[in-house]
């Protein structure tokens, strides 16, 4: 940046003026590095105290020449500091100006708080599907990692009413708590569902003792990282086969193994066809292995005469681009969808 490279050209010309005018001393005058670096400090500071010794006439005008070459040097080197530090206070706060300013637009999206392990491995999980994501973080050290990592923030405590409306919390569609503590998790859920009594909130418990009450506050959903990890690691133990296959169908490492879940928009052309003749299988070369009807019931391995209805959820697996096309058509994104 420039007003970065004004600030480095500064400082080089400072050592090259401060080791000109020390050089300068010991040549004419003879002087030790000592009295000739110390004179010229005092001549370039403008200080006015007595020289270090009586100097002949070449090194008084050689003090002139140090004196007119010193002070602009030393001007200009104090304007670059200053540029340096207002400017960056303005990017400072344009920067946040458009951080708020996109975060104003948002609605139907993701409100992360806490940026943690868990925190941010959760958004980068959550950012390969097109969702909007704002994290709530208050933390130095983990603001720098969400700057880095391109992500839209809110600094400030997220168990804070402000902090929660200014990411947004009365339009958002869903927020998840997984702060360091559950008490902190527990009074964000409490302040989160007083804000805005639609979200859908999903809170992390650290303990057992802590799930009712989360529930008790109002998360939808309570998870624990622990007993996840304790059942994944069961799970590979029993059914290694069934959790590679898994692996491979959530961490898009490979192309050809997906799974997908898409809701059915009433304006989809497939709404009340029977899966014989929806063409999924024949065009796309898709399995649908289960549907989510609108009561919340799930049918698995639906036979070819199953309906296709809107508001339900078709959970298909196949390539990528293959489910990308199926989605387009079950769930047509330039068309209003019909909310539940």
Request: one cysteine or more; aromatic letters at 8%.
């Amino acid at each position: 940046m420039r007003s970065t490279r004004h600030l480095i050209l500064s400082v080089l010309l400072t050592l090259f003026i401060i080791c000109f005018g020390t050089i300068g001393y010991m040549i004419i005058e003879n002087w030790s590095v000592l009295d000739a670096f110390y004179m010229t400090i005092i001549t370039i500071g403008a200080v006015g105290y007595s020289e270090v010794h009586r100097m002949s006439g070449t090194g008084q005008l050689f003090t002139v020449l140090l004196i007119f070459s010193g002070v602009s040097f030393c001007i200009y080197v104090a304007s670059a500091v200053v540029q340096f530090m207002v400017e960056g206070q303005i990017r400072n706060i344009l920067g946040r100006k458009r951080l708020d300013k996109k975060i104003g637009l948002l609605k139907n999206h993701y409100i992360i708080c806490g940026y943690g392990r868990i925190g941010r491995v959760l958004c980068r999980k959550l950012r390969r599907k097109p969702l909007d994501i704002v994290v709530v973080e208050k933390g130095p050290e983990q603001i720098a990692l969400i700057d880095k990592d391109k992500i839209l923030y809110v600094s400030g405590d997220a168990t804070d009413e402000a902090t929660l409306l200014k990411a947004g919390i009365k339009r958002a569609k869903c927020l998840i708590a997984v702060l360091a503590t559950d008490t902190d998790n527990v009074f964000l859920v409490l302040t989160a569902r007083q804000l805005n009594s639609d979200l859908y909130i999903i809170a992390r418990a650290g303990q057992d003792k802590t799930k009712s009450k989360l529930h008790a506050a109002g998360a939808n959903k309570v998870e624990s990282p622990y007993d996840i990890g304790a059942a994944n690691m069961a799970q590979r133990i029993l059914r290694p086969a069934v959790t590679n296959f898994l692996d491979l169908a959530f961490t898009y490492k490979r192309k050809d193994i997906q799974m997908e879940e898409i809701p059915v928009s009433h304006f989809s052309s497939l709404t009340n066809v029977a899966l014989k003749d929806s063409g999924i299988r024949q065009q796309f070369n898709l399995i649908i292995i289960a549907i989510k009807k609108s009561d919340g019931s799930m049918l698995f391995n639906p036979s070819f005469d199953t309906v296709i209805k809107a508001e339900n959820t078709v959970i298909a697996v196949g390539e990528e681009a293959n489910l990308q096309k199926l989605e387009k058509i079950l769930n047509p994104a330039q068309i209003p969808q019909v909310s539940k």
